[in-house]
């Protein structure tokens, strides 16, 4: 019975199994009705976690209070110096060191044996599983290792990998986030960023619960755990809620938690926090390990993300700048030969009939698509997904938001130097008029074509410059006739 239960004792390379099948086994060698495996905490006489069969919760205390002072003995008796048992009463109680290697890893206790004390036998023989089950635990180990670490190096492959495909900036911090706290079984994924006051905000939250309250959150300028993370180290903390370091208004959600620096080339991007809940078990010091290589490699991800979407924002504007210059170049040039050209004929031309009529219709025809075409060249030179800087890109950003209402995009005029002439407060009254003309050239009937002229040309009576807002557009007015123009003017 004892060699099967040696060579079943590791057969499944499960950790939790194998301490479960310890326990039973050594019950049933030993007829004993109780039996228990407390694991301690590394570096602590605490009992980490307690496997027990046959017991109820009032003997699985009795027990948990039993394991930790009996560290250093094999049994309940008494022995001598040589380690051979006293003349002492047959023990109601046997308890044995479980060792991995040089490493105490816990204690197997059996209680209540059916057919009176425990023998010699029954301790021999729990010495011997004590001994088969340190060497199965160390197996255990070393395949659940194996495992985590597999897990960690397919997160982070993934991550990387999602983050080189194309993503913005707030994905791939989530992604980051995300995939973090699932590899390491926390409570929350958070992504902080430093802020220009020399502290750190959370900007990232990936939870199962409600996020709220959490992004937002800062760490002041000079708290120590900012200062160990500006420092590049990562810090470790075994209850969030009573540590000193932390600060902030969420610690009392949390339990053990890491925080760890994404850095890359002496380059501090942010920093990874991986809190679990209150009452949780701490990270081990292969959690830690793992934790910290990921955190390297996604700040790795991240630059790299960054650097790649520049390239291709790079190559986007290059693309832009050729075609704004083919445009200049080439078509407009051609576009305004053609008109003097055109206005030539149209000069020469004998009397007022009808040949006269188109060609002044082709001039203006193509003095429109003049503009039209440089209008194209200023947009084409904005950088894309942006807000506009300049008075002009922000006129053509307000056209180009109403024609996805309107189902075309309005026609935009500039005269004149808009850009210097216009001033912010004059800017945003000519906005709001914009605004309001293409809201009610929106509601009126049969409307397929809107113009828009923005000229800073404009003279007031008193010989003060003006800027002056037409908008028209070819639906009806309410009477069933021609829309009229709607026109704006304010002083310079």
């Given at each position: ?27 049933t060698?030993?007829g ?15 009992t980490?976690?307690?496997?027990r ?8 205390r ?15 008796e008494?022995?001598d110096?040589d ?6 009463p047959?023990?109601?109680c046997l308890v044995?060191?479980?060792?991995v ?11 209540g ?9 029954d ?11 340190g ?19 397919e997160g982070a492959?993934?991550v ?12 791939a ?7 973090a ?14 802020t ?7 900007v ?12 937002g ?14 420092g590049g180290?990562?810090?470790f903390?075994?209850d ?18 890491m925080m760890?620096?994404l850095?890359s ?12 809940r ?10 830690r ?10 700040a ?6 960054d ?20 445009l200049?170049d080439?078509v ?5 030969a053609?008109e003097?050209?055109?206005?030539s004929?149209?000069r020469?031309?004998?009397g007022?009939?009808e040949a ?11 003095d429109?698509?003049?503009?039209e ?28 938001g109403?024609?996805a209402l ?18 912010e ?13 293409l ?6 009937p ?6 828009v ?6 003279r007031?009576?008193?010989?003060r ?8 557009d ?8 021609r829309s009229?123009?709607v026109t704006?003017?304010a002083?310079?």
């Amino acid at each position: 019975m004892l060699l099967e239960a040696v060579l079943s004792i590791g057969s499944d390379l499960g950790l939790r199994a194998t301490l479960q099948q310890i326990v039973d086994t050594a019950t049933t060698l030993t007829g004993a009705r109780h039996g228990a495996l407390g694991v301690l905490e590394p570096d602590d006489d605490r009992t980490e976690a307690l496997y027990r069969t046959g017991m109820t919760e009032a003997e699985r205390r009795s027990v948990d209070r039993l394991l930790p002072e009996r560290r250093a003995g094999l049994s309940a008796e008494a022995e001598d110096g040589d380690g051979e048992p006293s003349d002492a009463p047959a023990p109601a109680c046997l308890v044995a060191p479980i060792q991995v290697h040089t490493e105490l890893f816990g204690h197997l206790c059996l209680a209540g044996k059916s057919s009176g004390p425990f023998t010699g036998t029954d301790r021999a023989l729990l010495h011997v599983l004590a001994s088969q089950a340190g060497i199965a635990i160390g197996n255990a180990r070393l395949y659940e290792s194996a495992r985590q670490r597999e897990r960690w190096i397919e997160g982070a492959a993934a991550v990387t990998t999602a983050l080189l495909t194309g993503t913005n900036a707030a994905d791939a911090l989530m992604t980051v986030a995300e995939s973090a706290r699932v590899l390491a079984g926390a409570s929350a994924g958070v992504i902080l960023q430093p802020t220009e006051e020399g502290g750190m905000e959370i900007v990232t939250a990936s939870t199962l619960d409600d996020p709220a309250g959490i992004v937002g959150t800062t760490i002041a300028p000079g708290s120590p755990v900012l200062v160990q993370l500006l420092g590049g180290e990562p810090v470790f903390i075994d209850d969030s809620a009573t540590d000193p370091r932390m600060t902030t208004d969420v610690r009392s959600r949390f339990g053990p938690s890491m925080m760890l620096p994404l850095q890359s080339g002496g380059r501090l991007i942010g920093t990874l926090a991986l809190p679990r809940r209150r009452g949780a078990p701490p990270y081990t010091a292969v959690d830690r390990l793992l934790a910290t290589q990921f955190a390297s490699q996604a700040a790795l991800a991240l630059v790299l993300a960054d650097a790649q979407a520049d390239r291709e924002q790079l190559a986007v504007y290059e693309d832009r700048d050729r075609i704004a210059r083919d445009l200049h170049d080439l078509v407009v040039q051609r576009l305004f030969a053609t008109e003097m050209m055109v206005e030539s004929t149209r000069r020469r031309a004998t009397g007022e009939g009808e040949a006269g009529e188109l060609l002044g219709r082709a001039v203006d025809e193509l003095d429109s698509t003049i503009q039209e075409v440089r209008t194209a060249i200023f947009a084409l030179q904005q950088p894309p997904a942006e807000a506009p800087s300049t008075f002009r890109g922000r006129v053509l950003r307000e056209t180009g938001g109403a024609s996805a209402l309107l189902g075309f995009p309005p026609s935009v005029h500039f005269t004149g130097a808009v850009d210097a002439l216009v001033g912010e407060a004059t800017g945003r009254e000519l906005l709001a008029a914009l605004r309001k003309a293409l809201a009610a050239a929106h509601r009126r009937p049969g409307v397929s074509a809107i113009e828009v002229e923005v000229d800073a040309t404009v003279r007031l009576a008193d010989g003060r410059g003006a800027v002056r807002l037409l908008v028209a557009d070819d639906g009806r007015d309410e009477e069933g006739g021609r829309s009229t123009t709607v026109t704006w003017q304010a002083p310079l």
